[in-house]
């Protein structure tokens, strides 16, 4: 998986850790494992729906985003 591509940087949103209150942080959302953060870690842009895996998002924007 290139990292480094446009499509990756727009869309994917990794959950950081945070030593002080041992949970994982995503904005402003605090999640207990890492498993649970990685469950909203692809963020469709239009419609803020997140997804676990990014072949579900780009199924998911041309279902319901394409022309």
Do not use: G
Request: some cysteine; proline content about 3%.
């Amino acid at each position: 998986m290139r990292i480094n591509s446009i499509k990756y940087k727009l869309n994917y949103n990794p959950a950081k850790y945070d030593y002080k209150t041992m949970m994982y942080v995503k904005e402003n959302v605090k999640y207990e494992n890492f498993t649970k953060a990685k469950e909203h870690q692809w963020e469709c842009e239009k419609c803020k729906c997140t997804f676990s895996k990014y072949p579900d998002l780009k199924e998911h924007k041309t279902e319901k985003h394409s022309y």
